[in-house]
């Protein structure tokens, strides 16, 4: 059974370009997260999703960021004219439907953006 | 709001050491609490977690309990391998309001020598 998968693991932009990072959930899972980790830092929440809605984005920054969960397909976070200060490791996780807050979140590999 | 607070790293030790570290958290509610530790170049798994006050969470020789009157979730170990050289995070989830979000301690690096 497959884990979080993330792609790519390395991307690298320059600064006013777009960054797009893909999350496919394990298999059966509904829910999904992203996170933000800076160097030396913990991890920041950034949005949850489910299929097709946003639950809950209270983490993500006002302009230049969206996330979406469509019916088919990974989800993904969009960075728009992405700035040196977006360069960070992304994670994404994922959990099972239904279920509560005291539910694991499995976590992906990971996607570590540098902005040139 | 939610915070968790962990001790500063590096924590270095020896093999077969005893490990011990803290972390402590302020919540609104009662929150959910987790262990994740993270390997070089990986993303986080799931160490252990707790859902209610005096549990106890443990995993690969991993334990911690859940202390709702210090407001604490201290990770220890009572022998550490070279292996177990990771960063160690702790989190909360606030079971309340029923937000999934994480949130997550700064991170103690641990680094075992043979």
């Known amino acids: 059974n497959a884990g979080v998968m993330q792609n790519p693991r390395h991307l690298v932009r320059r600064r006013g370009q777009e960054a797009r990072l893909r999350c496919s959930p394990m298999?059966?899972?509904?829910?999904v997260y992203w996170y933000r980790q800076l160097p030396e830092e913990g991890l920041k929440f950034m949005v949850y999703?489910?299929?097709?809605?946003?639950?809950?984005e209270s983490g993500m920054p006002k302009e230049r960021f969206s996330a979406e969960f469509p019916k088919e397909g990974p989800s993904i976070l969009r960075i728009q004219q992405v700035v040196r200060g977006d360069s960070a490791a992304y994670f994404c996780?994922?959990?099972?439907?239904?279920?509560?807050?005291?539910?694991?979140?499995?976590f992906g590999p990971g996607t570590r953006l540098t902005v040139l | 709001g939610n915070s968790v607070t962990q001790m500063e790293g590096p924590v270095t030790l020896s093999e077969e050491a005893f490990l011990t570290i803290n972390c402590t958290y302020t919540a609104t509610g009662y929150p959910s609490l987790f262990w994740y530790v993270q390997y070089p170049g990986e993303g986080l798994q799931l160490l252990l977690k707790?859902?209610?006050?005096?549990d106890k969470g443990s995993n690969k020789g991993f334990e911690a309990t859940y202390r709702k009157e210090t407001t604490s979730f201290h990770l220890e170990k009572g022998s550490v391998q070279v292996s177990d050289s990771a960063v160690y995070f702790c989190a909360l989830s606030d079971r309340d309001t029923g937000r999934r979000a994480l949130t997550f301690g700064s991170g103690t690096r641990l680094q075992v020598q043979p």
């Open positions: 999703l489910q299929k097709e809605n946003i639950i809950d």
């Open positions: 996780a994922s959990s099972p439907p239904g279920g509560s807050s005291t539910d694991t979140q499995y």
């Open positions: 298999k059966g899972h509904s829910h």
């Open positions: 707790a859902t209610k006050a005096d």
